[in-house]
C-alpha cells in the first residue's frame, strides 16, 4: 500500500547530540515537506523539496538541514540537538503537478533533554 | 499572502449532534481550501478540499464544507457527530498560480460528550 512513513515515531536524546529524523513515501511524489508542530500552534514549514537534488528553506527558522538525493526519501537532520528542538515534528508528500493538498506521515515526537 | 482563522479552539458536542468548525481566511482572490483532520499521536489525514465549482464539497467520514466568498470563508460540517470524530482539526488556505504550498490554521479541537 502507498503511503509515508516516518522514524522513530518517539525520541528523547541529550543535547548536543546530532540526530536524524527519516521520512520516505512510496507514493512517487515529486513534493516534499517537513513540518514542526506544536500544540496550540499553527503548523510551521521548515524545509521542502520538489525533486531530487531540490532542497528549500520554509517560513520557520530552523537550524536543521535535509537532503534529497532519492525521491523517496527525505530525511531531517539535526547536528546539534537543544532543548528548543523538542516538538513534533511531521513529513508531508504531494504530487508534482496540481494542489492536491498533502498525504501526512505519523509525526516523530522529539523531546531534547 | 494569505492567512487563516479558526475562532474556536475547542468545540464540544454531544455525541449524534451537528456540528459546524469555522474557518476564515485572507486572500485577495479564491484561494486553494483545505480541511485536514489529526487524531492523537497521528499525522493529518485530508478530509476535503475545495479548488473551484461547486461550493459545497463532499469529503471522507461523512463531513462536507461551503465555500462562501462573500464572507471569506470555508467552514466544516457534519449532521451526526461520532465518538470517533473526536480529534483536532485544521483549516489551510493555499495559493492557485503559486507553489500551492498552504499556510494552516491554529486548529479547533473537537471533543465529543457521550
Known amino acids: 500500500e502507498a503511503d509515508i512513513y516516518q522514524t522513530p515515531r518517539y525520541l528523547v536524546i541529550g543535547t548536543g547530540k546530532k540526530i536524524t529524523l527519516e521520512c520516505s513515501q512510496t507514493?512517487?511524489?515529486?513534493?516534499m515537506y517537513w513540518y514542526q508542530q506544536d500544540p496550540g500552534m499553527e503548523l510551521h514549514l521548515i524545509h521542502y523539496?520538489?525533486?531530487?537534488?531540490?532542497?528549500e528553506k520554509g517560513d520557520l527558522s530552523s537550524e536543521s538541514t535535509v537532503s534529497r538525493i532519492r525521491t523517496e526519501h527525505f530525511p531531517l537532520t539535526l547536528e546539534s540537538a537543544r532543548p528548543s528542538h523538542t516538538s513534533q515534528y511531521l513529513c508531508?508528500?504531494?504530487?508534482?503537478?496540481?494542489?492536491?493538498?498533502?498525504?501526512f506521515g505519523s509525526g516523530t515526537r522529539l523531546t531534547v533533554v | 499572502a494569505q492567512s487563516v482563522t479558526q475562532p474556536d479552539i475547542h468545540i464540544t458536542v454531544s455525541e449524534g449532534a451537528s456540528l459546524e468548525l469555522r474557518c476564515n481566511y485572507s486572500y485577495g482572490a479564491t484561494p486553494y481550501l483545505f480541511w485536514y483532520v489529526q487524531s492523537p499521536g497521528q499525522g493529518l489525514q485530508l478530509l476535503l478540499k475545495y479548488f473551484s465549482g461547486d461550493t459545497l464539497v463532499q469529503g471522507i467520514k461523512g463531513f462536507e464544507a461551503e465555500f462562501k466568498r462573500s464572507q471569506s470563508s470555508f467552514n466544516l460540517r457534519k449532521p451526526s457527530v461520532h465518538w470517533s470524530d473526536a480529534a483536532e482539526y485544521f483549516c489551510?488556505?493555499?495559493?492557485?498560480?503559486?507553489?500551492?504550498?498552504?499556510?494552516f490554521g491554529r486548529g479547533t479541537s473537537l471533543i465529543v460528550h457521550p
Open positions: 523539496s520538489y525533486g531530487v537534488n531540490s532542497t
Open positions: 489551510a488556505v493555499g495559493e492557485p498560480g503559486g507553489s500551492y504550498i498552504p499556510t
Open positions: 507514493m512517487g511524489h515529486d513534493k
Open positions: 508531508a508528500s504531494s504530487p508534482r503537478q496540481g494542489p492536491y493538498g498533502y498525504t
